[in-house]
């Protein structure tokens, strides 16, 4: 991946000079004219120097080629450079004066920045639901940070709406809505399923748009003990309560259990409360699982519920023949949540909402009708004019970023991201399962591994509450050390009564199988003094 980056560099760096603003004055014929002032400020011609402008920025994109693609990808270089909170702020200029600084001091501000934060893109970043680095989803969000444009009307960005819309379409076909859909891109997944809330809430009660929570009873979530807790701070921030969000038990894989569910829809409505929206998971965050979407589905059927599946995580399994098996009954679905920065690793942030509806229900639930943004007697096709199904005015056109690397790589290529991930996944189960000193907590489903790491000073102790308590202080004593080292990064975290494991979360294809043996290796280096 490295040296596909530095076969483009050059491209990158002519990238910053076609953004120069075509604009050339004729200097000769300003100094000939009195200049004109306005609350003293020379008004004839624009300020800033654009020649200095694409100095600086021919330069940073150096500093970005050098430092924040080739040598954060290079696996002989640290994941990352760890100081404290207090000798950060020693070690950065953080302060902001009055008077600019120059070039150089801000060219040396951007490579500490770069210094100092964790590469994500690193091969052995393994800490987070995202890691890797696509070259031309990249690229893309380079010209949309160029272009600056918000995707609220067709009048200033009908490139990006075109692509959005292109995008949508063809995500709603993978998820199997044959009679089509709706959809839009927003920042993140927590926002997707707090759009699923918001929607559900409006085709159960329309007026509470208008007339707000008097309009409707006392509202009930069902989710999983597995669920995001987004559903949660979606019910707190709409006004329902977390109190109302009910919590369905998982099997020990991490899986709603159907029966469960309908247990506690039938527990809502003996209190009076009204259940309106069941929220599956399809792909959890800790351990990889997905929910029995078909079961859920015929469930919320019978009770007319609102079925929304966050597939945040486990939705790139849609773009594999030999995994999408996992989500099986999604088509069934009212809503999706469905992040592209995750698996399929386009740059933060690039998350989708997708809704079977063909009844403009996101448009009637969200618009607003600023009458200085959409405007019904425009020129052109009004219906292209986006923005009022959203709940944001100004809104980053990161489709695009999908758009491009989807045209450079085709499905096929798509596709094999998301089977190597989960093969190098199930290559580092079967490592764990070799050693004695690490053991499985759950086989994986998708490409989550948990594991448990035992020193050599446990392994004879017996399987008890005593074992378990001094297990839990394993994982974040090697964490701390193996970033202090900046060797690597993984997760760790306790789950229900289960003690710290450790998370990793395999993605990028630049993982090779010596890095995952590497990790083996490096966690009992770090470990076996405990």
């Not at 100004?394 to 290529?413: E, N, S, V, Y």
Request: hydrophobic content about 40%; proline content about 4%.
């Amino acid at each position: 991946m490295t040296h596909l980056w530095l076969g483009r560099s050059q491209n990158l760096l002519r990238f910053a000079k076609y953004i120069r603003v075509n604009h050339e004055v004729d200097l000769k014929h300003q100094a000939k004219c009195s200049p004109t002032f306005m609350d003293n400020f020379a008004v004839n011609s624009p300020t800033g120097e654009m020649n200095a402008t694409e100095s600086f920025i021919h330069h940073a994109m150096e500093i970005i080629l050098e430092d924040a693609v080739k040598k954060a990808t290079d696996v002989r270089e640290k994941v990352c450079e760890w100081r404290s909170p207090e000798q950060l702020k020693e070690l950065l200029d953080l302060e902001l004066r009055d008077k600019g600084e120059s070039e150089s001091r801000v060219l040396q501000y951007c490579r500490d920045a770069i210094k100092y934060s964790v590469k994500t893109t690193h091969p052995r970043f393994f800490n987070q639901l995202y890691a890797g680095m696509d070259p031309y989803s990249m690229v893309g969000s380079f010209i949309t940070e160029a272009i600056t444009t918000s995707l609220y009307t067709y009048e200033v960005a009908p490139v990006f709406t075109l692509m959005e819309d292109t995008l949508l379409r063809k995500m709603i076909e993978m998820i199997g809505w044959d009679e089509g859909g709706d959809g839009i891109f927003n920042p993140g997944g927590s926002m997707s399923n707090m759009y699923a809330v918001n929607l559900a809430r409006y085709r159960y009660c329309p007026d509470i748009k208008e007339v707000g929570l008097f309009a409707a009873k006392r509202l009930v979530i069902l989710t999983s003990q597995e669920g995001h807790y987004s559903i949660s701070k979606g019910a707190a921030l709409l006004g329902i309560g977390t109190k109302n969000v009910y919590i369905v038990s998982s099997d020990k894989r991490g899986k709603m259990i159907p029966s469960a569910l309908e247990e506690k829809i039938k527990l809502a409505k003996s209190e009076g409360a009204v259940p309106f929206m069941v929220n599956a998971t399809a792909g959890t965050t800790v351990l990889g699982a997905f929910d029995p979407i078909e079961e859920i589905a015929d469930i919320c059927e019978k009770y007319n519920l609102w079925l929304h599946v966050d597939a945040c995580w486990g939705g790139a399994a849609l773009m594999s023949k030999k995994h999408k098996h996992l989500l099986k009954g999604i088509h069934r679905v009212n809503s999706v949540a469905w992040n592209l920065h995750k698996m399929l690793m386009v740059p933060l942030q690039c998350s989708a909402f997708l809704v079977r509806d063909k009844t403009s229900l996101l448009q009637h639930c969200h618009s607003a009708r600023a009458t200085y943004l959409f405007q019904q007697d425009k020129f052109y096709d009004v219906s292209y004019d986006t923005g009022d199904k959203s709940v944001q005015c100004g809104r980053k056109p990161d489709a695009f970023k999908f758009w491009l690397m989807w045209k450079a790589l085709g499905t096929t290529q798509l596709e094999q991201i998301v089977d190597r991930a989960i093969a190098m996944a199930r290559y580092l189960a079967q490592e764990i399962k070799k050693r004695e000193e690490f053991q499985l907590v759950i086989e994986p489903e998708y490409s989550n591994v948990c594991f448990w790491y035992i020193p050599p000073s446990l392994r004879s102790v017996p399987h008890g509450p005593e074992r378990w308590k001094k297990l839990h202080t394993v994982a974040p004593v090697v964490k701390e050390r193996m970033m202090k080292k900046g060797s690597m990064m993984i997760g760790y975290q306790a789950h229900g009564d289960k003690p710290n494991f450790f998370r990793m979360v395999v993605i990028s294809p630049q993982v090779s199988r010596e890095d995952l043996n590497f990790v083996l290796d490096e966690i009992h280096n770090l470990g076996q003094d405990l």
